[in-house]
């Protein structure tokens, strides 16, 4: 179990969140297709400055003569679902006084995730929480629901209100359910508040239907479900550099197995290059068939109207609209031809 401070004054500018130099307006956001809703990381005007301090210590030490709001989930993607549980968490936090906290299960050894734990962090920050107990779900999955609320959340972080979901499970068989916790905060002189879903498109949202979204390279949906473009920061890696052969060079990032990719094709993103600098770029996720790609999939990304060395760094793409799917051309010319289409209909989209 780690306990980090989300508000340490070494901070660091999230790379989550899109900046373009103010917010767009209703009008542009519908345009482009874009969720309308207020105060989602995308449409943030400045990116939230966070440290990230992992304390050390039992919560019952950190947490001594202060009493906390906790949410409680496992927040794979932090979407609009998610958003939601994390505001209320805060806010009934600022209301009564007491510290909004996060207790949740590390994720990077999991399979198919959609944020990293770090990831992770910077959105519950963004959502107004100070601090995230990080708990090993290995360690936990025996515990009896009674155990986990009375010792864990009432005694140890001196919760005095839990925040879930609809359909939150814990303790030993997954047996605990959203009544169950309700139940035993009240008997250990706490309460709970339930979230209830959130729907889009008549189904509420949830980090399932964004894995199916993302596999569809539905963009739309994706950014609808989690309240900003999909995004993924993964170390450069040199590759052939066949594009600068045809002057359109590359980047070239490889999602790890554990981390949900997009669908294969080709899409409008942008590219952090720098800290806060975003520039328009075209992205290809597949095999590369026309020079002879192997199984392995890349995530190969032409920037726009840019260049510079980026070997060794791990700027952020964001996922922005799917274009077409990944084709086979004839020849280098061909797909050169190809691709400035593509170009031409990102720079048309003003991203």
Not at 120 to 139: M, P, Q, S, T, W
Not at 171 to 194: D, F, N, P
Not at 244 to 269: C, D, E, K, S
Request: glycine share 10%; net charge neutral.
């Amino acid at each position: 179990m780690t306990v980090y401070s989300l508000s340490g004054a070494d901070g660091i500018v999230c790379p989550l969140f899109v900046n373009r130099g103010g917010t767009p307006s209703l009008e542009e956001a519908r345009r482009h297709g874009f969720p309308t809703m207020p105060d989602t990381p995308f449409y943030s005007q400045t990116a939230p400055r966070t440290g990230f301090r992992a304390l050390e210590g039992s919560p019952a030490e950190i947490f001594a003569g202060t009493g906390t709001a906790v949410a409680l989930g496992n927040f794979d993607g932090v979407h609009v679902g998610h958003a939601e549980l994390l505001r209320r968490t805060a806010e009934y936090a600022r209301e009564s006084g007491l510290v909004p906290v996060v207790r949740t299960f590390s994720s990077d050894c999991k399979t198919d995730r959609l944020t990293s734990d770090s990831e992770r962090l910077e959105l519950f920050a963004h959502y107004g929480i100070k601090y995230a107990v990080i708990d090993d779900f290995e360690k936990l999955r025996i515990m009896p629901a009674a155990v986990y609320v009375r010792s864990l959340l009432v005694r140890d972080m001196n919760c005095r209100m839990a925040v879930c979901g609809f359909n939150h499970h814990f303790g030993h068989g997954a047996v605990g359910t959203s009544e169950t916790l309700s139940a035993l905060m009240l008997t250990s002189g706490g309460r709970a508040h339930v979230v209830q879903p959130i729907f889009r498109g008549g189904m509420p949202i949830s980090s399932t239907r964004v894995r199916a979204a993302l596999s569809d390279c539905d963009t739309k949906l994706t950014i609808e479900l989690l309240g900003r473009p999909y995004s993924a920061a993964f170390e450069v890696i040199h590759g052939r550099q066949i594009g600068r052969t045809i002057g359109l060079p590359t980047i070239n990032q490889i999602f790890p197995a554990n981390r949900h990719m997009p669908g294969n094709g080709v899409y409008a993103g942008l590219c952090e290059v720098v800290p806060g600098v975003y520039r328009p770029s075209v992205i290809n996720i597949g095999r590369r068939p026309t020079v002879g790609g192997d199984d392995s999939v890349v995530c190969e990304t032409h920037i726009l109207d840019w260049s510079g060395d980026l070997y060794g760094h791990s700027p952020r793409v964001f996922f922005m609209r799917y274009l077409r799917p990944e084709e086979k051309f004839d020849s280098l010319e061909s797909l050169k031809n190809r691709i400035a289409l593509d170009i031409a209909a990102v720079r048309a989209m003003e991203l």
